[in-house]
């Protein structure tokens, strides 16, 4: 898709030449005499297109405007709510007719957020995966044109959009792909392809090299599965070496089925979706290679898959992490957390400013955010309001909770350091706690991500969240 900013009054609006042009409405529109401006005005005065936030009007080749299609859609004070449902509204509206070119008028200029949340929701609406079919029924929106009063106010916002658009599809696509074409050393091949742009370098580690790190807790979950791990190491360098990097962690579970601890059949083909974490550090990589910020970015990518067999740790295993504490594996469904603990050790070697872990941690977190705001765990007050302010500026909201000492008392054994399970309450806390224990030479932040990286029932699919989150929280530190 490509994205244009321009600078539009209603005039011309009204001769811009596209499939369908899109007009946002606000409360403060005020009429000037040419024909879209007068259309508008006239619309509003005969009750055709009722004053209410959502009221939408759809007109076939309005004389004297040159859109083959005019929406007008009513946004109330053009917030970030309004607009979301006015432009899924319309693409939805639009779909059946295959538009190429769509244009949006917003007739006052947005907030920076709004008109952020205007691209990627434009994007989200008229995306389709066709990888695995033989039928490829692609995106028809190519082109999309945003007007407003005075673009260049917000020329840097709308690059920022467009890059995490980026960065967004490439983490859907990897996370919708089936496990059999997203498997560790597919996933390793994709970071590897990343280094093809500008300042970023990969580096793929395998069995033998995991071995020789230490890292026992990663190892034991990998090893009931034919497929080999691997252990994948990104670096955006886009600031001197004496630049402190932060530290993206994310979880690369490529198929999750419990292992022996397995879980029921139905609806286990979802976790296909356990690397979610991993592919939003490869999406905020595409976005990064896009943006070519001033900063230091590195990633690691703990993947394999987590399988019953008769080579498979069992409940009652104990293994040694790569920190050189025992863990207990009462569960090993609890495998993201043993696949994370050994990467947040090797994290400690780049002196990292923050580490931010990103995993489809725990079911636990769904029941507790669902699908609204991702969990967020963090001891650093300032870091808490970095994420928060970057949820709200990219529209990825994630949402505090606590990390109070009395929860690790649930992950306490009799056989080694730590157990991977406390027992069902809080299990979204108790499996931070967990993390928390790997996390003491640094500033650390988790986030569990299982309710929103990924959509279930009929629009099933992967969401490429928190990519907008993550691009925010690094640009702000640049
Ligand atoms: N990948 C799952 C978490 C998950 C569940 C993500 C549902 C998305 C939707 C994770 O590895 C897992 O199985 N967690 C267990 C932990 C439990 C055994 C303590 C869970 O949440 O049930
Ligand atoms: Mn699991
Ligand atoms: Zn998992």
């Not at 896009?290 to 080579?311: A, T, W």
Request: proline share 5%.
């Amino acid at each position: 898709m490509n994205f244009e900013l321009s600078t539009l009054k209603a005039s011309g609006a009204g001769r811009k030449k596209c499939d369908v042009m899109l007009v946002l409405l606000t409360e403060a529109f005020t009429p000037d005499p040419t024909p879209l401006s007068t259309l508008i005005a006239s619309v509003l005065k005969s009750g055709d297109l009722a004053e209410k936030p959502g009221s939408l009007l759809d007109i076939y080749r309005p004389a004297g405007l040159a859109c083959a299609r005019l929406i007008i859609v009513q946004t109330g004070d053009g917030g970030v709510a309004e607009v979301r449902k006015a432009i899924n509204a319309a693409v939805s509206l639009v779909k059946a007719s295959n538009p190429k070119h769509i244009a949006l008028y917003f007739v006052q200029n947005p907030d920076a957020p709004v008109l952020r949340l205007a691209l990627t929701t434009v994007a989200e609406a008229s995306y389709v995966y066709v990888t695995t079919k033989t039928k490829k029924e692609e995106r028809s929106i190519k082109r999309v044109t945003v007007g407003m009063p005075n673009s260049s106010v917000l020329a840097s916002d709308f690059e920022r959009g467009v890059a995490a658009i980026l960065g967004i599809e490439l983490a859907k696509e990897w996370a919708n792909l089936p496990p059999n074409h997203a498997t560790p050393s597919l996933l390793a091949k994709a970071a590897q392809a990343l280094a093809k742009f500008p300042r970023i370098v990969c580096e793929v580690l395998d069995s033998k090299a995991v071995a020789k790190l230490g890292m026992g807790a990663f190892m034991a979950v990998a090893q009931g599965s034919h497929e080999p791990l691997r252990f994948i190491v990104l670096r955006y360098n886009g600031s001197p070496k004496s630049t402190d990097p932060v530290v993206l962690v994310g979880k690369g579970i490529t198929f999750d089925s419990g292992g022996i601890s397995i879980k029921p059949a139905a609806d286990m083909d979802e976790m296909k979706f356990d690397m979610s974490g991993a592919a939003s550090v490869l999406g905020v990589f595409r976005a990064l290679a896009d943006l070519q910020p001033k900063l230091n970015v590195v990633g690691l990518i703990p993947s394999c898959e987590n399988l019953p067999g008769g080579r498979s740790v069992k409940p009652g295993d104990v293994v040694t992490s790569m920190s050189g504490q025992t863990i207990e594996i009462l569960n090993t469904d609890a495998e993201g957390r043993l696949v994370l603990c050994d990467a947040l050790t090797y994290a400690e070697r780049f002196k990292p400013r923050a580490v931010v872990d990103i995993a489809t941690l725990t079911g636990a977190c769904v029941i507790a955010l669902g699908g609204v705001r991702s969990g967020f765990f963090s001891t650093d007050d300032a870091l808490t309001a970095a994420f928060l302010k970057a949820g709200e500026s990219s529209q990825d909201l994630c949402w505090p909770m606590p990390l109070d000492e009395e929860y690790a008392e649930a992950l306490k054994t009799n056989f080694a350091d730590v157990a991977n399970v406390g027992g069902r309450p809080a299990g979204v806390i108790t499996a931070a706690k967990f993390l928390q224990r790997f996390t003491e030479k640094y500033v650390w932040a988790h986030l569990d991500i299982a309710g929103t990286a990924w959509k279930t029932g009929l629009a099933k699919g992967a969401t490429g969240r928190p990519v907008g989150l993550l691009l925010d929280y690094l640009l702000a530190t640049e």
